[in-house]
């Protein structure tokens, strides 16, 4: 008995892979059809199953096992699709509206019949069909071209509420060639996401100091929609603004501030790393350019990239990955296409490290702001804010708990006099009253509790302001 080479032993094996490969497909195929013979009977389509068991060949044999239909995978598929990509199969595409227009061709001549005698009265009937043929004709005509009439008409008028849709929430980007694809499509939903809705009621005067902040804010968001004249001679407004501070000094409170005061006149993108970051190859760099896209189309805008350094840390770190260097050089891209190309964008980041960030980002920021700890004056109107409605502080106290809190950020002090008003919630708890307990307590025990409740705070801002301002001078605007 011989025994097989190894060109042998290769060949059957290859016979066997692609006998697998046909079994396999002569089953997935035979599969799809029960699915298919079982959805169409679930659904009333009896007529339209008895046809594809007709000429699928379904055998009686078979049938399908318990839990297996067709809806179920495809709820199936679509977790397992959103689980991997983070977003839900888009199955079906709208199709534009098509006119068909048919060329009249060559007639076609049919086989002449042989010439019959023709007699008065044949004439005459032939004569009143040429008659009628000719009136239905024109008829037809008339009817064709009123129809020609109103699919145009029927096409202006949609094209224009596809214009007032697009002034009223942006360009929608169904003709757009950076969303002709459906991969672009879903990131640009991805973006959508972003975009502030909330009603958020905030306004400039709640916000106790940072004045400077807020002129450069107004500079370069609000001016320019009240005063659009004063930019119309090729002067700029501010495209990008970089507030770094302690943290709890305020940097986001500017930004809630800026969209309420803003609401229905900017577009608001509120932009998180898990937003930008994806783990598929070359995905973050085009939620950056469809981010950017979107901001543009839909301006005036803002982009808010809140703690910044997490997405443009230093380039020259050895730990950094390749599709992280790819992400920031599209990013650095992007921010200088700002001054030719996006008008109407204005880039809002903070951060509380900013010598992490790289230094060809800080270039690209216009304005670069300290974002400072309120100081006497503001801690007294703060402290008066939050404490006037639950206690009465008399002069006194008042100084007193705006010496305790300097070098508190407005954050600590919330959080303060929060735990002032949680202490008179448990002497209420403790005694069994509903009323506010005010009445259990001697004003010195209120005092000794509020001025008890400042000292616990620990101010983190302390440690980190000497850096900030060193900071701010070294590499400020």
């Known amino acids: 008995m011989k025994t097989q080479g190894k060109y042998g032993v290769a060949a059957t094996v290859a016979a066997q892979v692609l006998c697998e490969d046909v079994r396999n497909f002569s089953t997935r195929r035979r599969n799809i059809l029960y699915l298919m013979h079982r959805y169409l009977v679930e659904n009333g389509y009896y007529s339209t199953a008895e046809s594809l068991k007709t000429e699928g060949r379904l055998s009686e044999e078979y049938e399908l096992c318990d839990n297996i239909d067709l809806d179920a995978m495809y709820l199936e598929y679509a977790s397992f699709f959103n689980l991997k990509f983070g977003k839900y199969p888009k199955i079906l595409k709208k199709i534009g509206p098509k006119i068909k227009v048919e060329m009249s061709g060559a007639k076609q001549e049919k086989p ?71 991969d672009w499509q879903s990131l640009a939903d991805l973006v959508k996401t972003t975009i502030l809705q909330e009603n958020i009621k905030l306004k400039w005067s709640d916000v106790c100091g940072n004045q400077r902040a807020i002129e450069l804010i107004k500079e370069a968001v609000v001016t320019p929609i009240e005063f659009p004249q004063l930019f119309a001679h090729g002067l700029k407004p501010w495209r990008s603004l970089l507030l770094h501070g302690p943290p709890g000094s305020g940097k986001t409170l500017l930004a809630k501030a800026l969209y309420s005061e803003t609401q229905g006149q900017v577009t608001f993108f509120n932009i998180t790393a898990s937003i930008m970051v994806s783990k598929w190859r070359g995905e973050s760099e085009k939620i950056l350019r469809v981010l950017f896209h979107m901001a543009a189309k839909r301006a005036p805008s803002v982009i808010f990239l809140d703690e910044i350094e997490s997405l443009t840390s230093k380039r020259d770190r050895a730990t950094d990955h390749e599709s992280s260097k790819r992400f920031k050089n599209e990013l650095l891209q992007l921010l200088d296409g700002m001054e030719h190309t996006l008008n109407g964008v204005f880039v809002l980041a903070s951060t509380n490290l900013p010598w992490d960030i790289d230094e060809a980002f800080l270039r690209r920021f216009e304005k670069k702001l300290l974002v400072q700890l309120p100081n006497e004056a503001e801690r007294s109107c703060l402290i008066s804010r939050l404490l006037g409605t639950s206690i009465s502080l008399n002069p006194r106290l008042l100084q007193k708990l705006v010496e305790i809190s300097d070098q508190f950020t407005g954050d600590e002090i919330r959080l303060a006099c929060k735990e002032i008003s949680m202490h008179r919630v448990r002497c209420a708890t403790k005694v069994g009253d509903r009323s506010t307990g005010a009445s259990k307590e001697s004003q010195a025990a209120i005092e000794a509790n509020v001025e008890k409740a400042f000292r616990q705070v620990r101010p983190l801002g302390q440690k980190l302001l000497a850096k900030h301002e060193q900071w701010q001078q070294e590499n400020g605007s």
């Open 112 to 182: 002449k019949d042989p010439p019959k005698k023709q007699t008065p009265s044949t004439e005459a009937s032939l004569a009143n069909w040429h008659i009628g043929v000719g009136a239905a004709t024109a008829a037809l005509n008339n009817e064709i071209q009123p129809l020609q009439i109103k699919k145009m008409e029927t096409a202006v008028e949609s094209s224009g509420q596809e214009n007032a849709c697009e002034i009223e929430h942006g360009h929608l980007g169904g003709d757009d060639a950076l969303f002709s694809s459906l």
